[in-house]
Nanobody, 123 residues
Framework: QVQLVESGGGLVQAGDSLRLSCADS????????MAWFRQAPGKEREFVAG????????NYANSVKGRFTISRDNAKNTVYLQMNSLKPEDTAVYYC????????????????WGQGTQVTVSS
């Protein structure tokens, strides 16, 4: 069983940084491909970044490449999203997700979701 809880969201100004965390209270964290998605008001949820169990495979959406960094600590059952040079268009609810398929950017593939954490970037 995977139970995901995100934290670290908040209100920041453009150009600032935030680090999101996603902790899993279950016992199978290391088996899953972990990803971050986000959903802005009035828009569909979109893939942001993903990472496999060994951190040897990582993929990013083009919109965040070079600004965001995903990482994971399997000993702590936690995945992180370091967000630098934030822009107003990064404003969204950020969700972490766990799924079996390496590198998938498709929402429907993911079995487990957190409740989300709000990130608001002011201009």
């Amino acid at each position: 069983q995977v139970q995901l809880v995100e934290s670290g969201g908040g209100l920041v100004q453009a150009g600032d940084s935030l680090r999101l965390s996603c902790a899993d209270s279950g016992r199978t964290f290391s088996r899953y491909f972990m990803a971050w998605f986000r959903q802005a008001p009035g828009k569909e949820r979109e893939f942001v970044a993903g990472i496999n169990w060994s951190s040897g495979y990582i993929n990013y959406a083009n919109s965040v490449k070079g600004r965001f960094t995903i990482s994971r600590d399997n000993a702590k059952n936690t995945v992180y999203l370091q967000m630098n040079s934030l822009k107003p268009e990064d404003t969204a609810v950020y969700y972490c997700a766990a799924g079996p398929r390496l590198g998938s950017t498709i929402e429907a593939v993911y079995n487990y979701w957190g409740q989300g954490t709000q990130v608001t970037v002011s201009s």
